[in-house]
């Protein structure tokens, strides 16, 4: 199979925030996503349920032969491992793994959604996003990251660490 390029988002706001993404990182290269850009790492305002932590928030670039549901049954396996647990929703959390993009493929099943089906209104996502992908264009809206970012509506802050 071809290899397909990829973008990961990553969160967390519990517990050592930067380390917690360096394992997420190292554990998905363990996995067998190979990593080939990495945006800086935002302090970021929580969204929707706004009574808790700021997180730390990048998008990582990388490539993977896994499908898309295989690669997300791992990124899965990597935050259980790293102790999320999934029980409201925006609740705090040890590490998020969202897949943003995985090439130009469109999935709109009830699990996985590809693109992310937000990814285009948090500003938590665009800023990392369009450091290492500016002119990437979004397959559905049809817009690049750079573009999305220049209409957002979101005003959350988001401040490099």
């Known amino acids: 199979m071809v290899k397909q390029e990829i973008y990961i988002g990553l969160g967390s706001n519990i517990g050592d925030r ?9 554990l998905m ?6 990593i080939t850009d990495e945006s800086s790492i935002y302090q970021t305002e929580p969204v929707g349920y706004k009574e808790q932590g700021w997180f730390l928030n ?20 990597i935050e259980k491992l790293m102790g ?13 793994l969202d897949i943003l993009f ?14 992310h089906s937000e ?16 002119k990437l264009v979004h397959p559905v809206l049809n817009k690049s990251i ?3 970012l220049g209409e ?5 802050e988001v401040r490099p660490l």
């Open 119 to 134: 990814l285009h209104k948090r500003r938590f996502v665009l800023v990392p996003m369009e450091e290492i992908a500016p």
């Open 29 to 34: 290269k363990e996995e067998g996503i190979e």
């Open 146 to 148: 750079r573009e999305l």
């Open 18 to 26: 930067l380390a917690n993404i360096r394992k997420a990182i190292e």
């Open 102 to 115: 995985y090439g130009n493929k469109i999935l709109n099943g009830k699990e996985l959604q590809i693109p």
């Open 58 to 77: 990048s998008v990582v670039k990388g490539k993977t032969e896994f499908s898309p549901r295989r690669l997300w049954k791992r990124l899965e396996k």
């Open 84 to 96: 999320r647990k999934r029980e409201i929703k925006w609740e705090p959390r040890i590490i998020d």
């Open 152 to 156: 957002l509506k979101d005003n959350s």
